[in-house]
Each structure stands twice: as structure tokens, then as C-alpha cells.
């Protein structure tokens, strides 16, 4: 179990480039969310899958962003035509399965800059 | 909606004092509640929880007490040490449905020796 991990850490973009972060969870987790956190503000939940399925998506997900767990592992977020106000941090999480008893883990974050 | 009020901060204090960090909630249903940590350049760490009213969770002489009637979870440690500078976010999570995490917005602690 090396925990979640998320790539790239940093991301530098110019305004209306479009930009992908990828999501590994712990391992037969099928429970996959992405939240944004933004400077000085806690997350906020974009979406998130049961296995290969998005099954929600937060308004605050507009039409240039879209989210894939093809294969109900790895998931990928993208950003297509970046705005400035797209500059955040973005945090994805898994959980082993639905159930109160069972926590989200975090990773570490891909920190996104547009310039 | 679900919502997470939490003191604002920053919060500077002297090593060794008595913390106390405010939170509420206004949720539907029964929620879990949770409080996470940051600590600099690292991801969120889940530090405590509570499952239902009046339970205490507790982890590294922290400590909060899920209360029904006030709906709040104020986190409070004994003596703090230099290394519990973080930023802590309170959440609650509902326990049917997409289980997200609702956050309020952080408080950075920050001790000085």
C-alpha cells in the first residue's frame, strides 16, 4: 500500500492551454473523489466515481473540465482552456468501498499555476 | 446544504498552551465529523473523527467531542509543541449517498517555542 499518488506535483500553464493530472488510488479502492482547494479556502468536491462510473459532478465542475476512471483504477482530470481562476490545487482521494466506516485518503495534491 | 463554520484564523500561541480551535456544522441527517491536518508542502492527514453524537475521537493529545445539541466539534489539545504548526480543517461527511467531505475553511496554528 504506497498510498495515493498524483502527478505532476506543479503545474505551470499559460491561459487557455489545456492541462491533464492523473490520479493513482491505494490499490482495489473503488471509490475515487476530486476536490479543489484554492488559497486559503478548504476543498471543495468536484466528483466522483464508483469504479468506472462518475456518478456526481459539483456545479462547481464547468464544461471544460472532465473527469475518467476508464478502468476503475487511475483517473484523470483535465482542464480545457485554462483560466486564472483555475489556479488551485487539486486533491483526489479513494476509499475502499461505500460505508461510514471506511475513510477517504488523500493525496498529496497537483498544485496548478496559470499564467 | 451541509456547511462547516470554523474558526478563523491565524492562531499563534506559545509552546506548551492550551488550544482550543471552534467548529460547526449544519448538516441533514447524521453526519461523521472530522478533523484534518496539513502540514506544510504535505497532503491532507486525517487526524480525528466521530461517527455520532457525544462520541470523543482522539489522536496525538488532540481531542473533540461531537455535539448534537450546539452542533460543533471543537478541536482542543492540552499543551501544544512547535511541530503541531498546521493548517487544521474541520469537515463532516454524510454517511449515505457520494460520502464527500464538506470542509470549512482552515486555521493556520502556528506555535513559537
Known amino acids: 500500500d504506497t498510498g495515493v499518488s498524483q502527478n505532476p506535483r506543479h503545474k505551470i500553464t499559460k491561459r487557455g492551454q489545456n492541462v491533464t493530472f492523473r490520479c493513482d488510488p491505494i490499490?482495489?479502492?473503488?471509490?475515487l473523489y476530486w476536490y479543489r482547494q484554492t488559497l486559503g479556502q478548504g476543498p471543495e468536491f468536484l466528483t466522483y466515481?464508483?469504479?468506472?462510473?462518475?456518478?456526481?459532478k459539483s456545479r462547481l465542475l464547468s464544461d471544460r473540465f472532465s473527469a475518467e476512471r476508464p478502468k476503475g483504477s487511475f483517473s484523470t482530470l483535465e482542464i480545457q482552456r485554462t483560466e486564472q481562476g483555475d489556479s488551485a490545487m487539486y486533491l483526489c482521494?479513494?476509499?475502499?468501498?461505500?460505508?461510514?466506516?471506511?475513510?477517504?485518503?488523500f493525496g498529496p495534491g497537483t498544485r496548478l499555476t496559470v499564467t | 446544504g451541509n456547511s462547516v463554520t470554523q474558526m478563523e484564523g491565524p492562531v499563534t500561541l506559545s509552546e506548551e498552551a492550551f488550544l482550543t480551535i471552534n467548529c460547526t456544522y449544519t448538516?441533514?441527517?447524521?453526519?461523521?465529523l472530522f478533523w484534518y491536518v496539513q502540514y506544510p508542502g504535505e497532503g491532507l492527514q486525517l487526524l480525528l473523527k466521530?461517527?455520532?453524537?457525544?462520541d470523543k475521537g482522539s489522536n496525538k493529545g488532540f481531542e473533540a467531542t461531537y455535539r448534537k445539541e450546539t452542533t460543533s466539534f471543537h478541536l482542543e489539545k492540552g499543551s501544544v509543541q512547535v511541530s503541531d504548526s498546521a493548517v487544521y480543517f474541520c469537515?463532516?461527511?454524510?454517511?449515505?449517498?457520494?460520502?464527500?467531505?464538506?470542509f470549512g475553511t482552515g486555521t493556520r496554528l502556528t506555535i513559537i517555542p
Open positions: 482521494a479513494s476509499k475502499p468501498q461505500t460505508g461510514g466506516q471506511y475513510e477517504q485518503y
Open positions: 490499490s482495489e479502492h473503488n471509490r
Open positions: 466515481f464508483q469504479n468506472e462510473a462518475q456518478l456526481e
Open positions: 448538516a441533514t441527517g447524521y453526519p461523521s
Open positions: 466521530a461517527t455520532k453524537a457525544d
Open positions: 469537515a463532516l461527511r454524510s454517511n449515505f449517498g457520494n460520502e464527500k467531505l464538506t
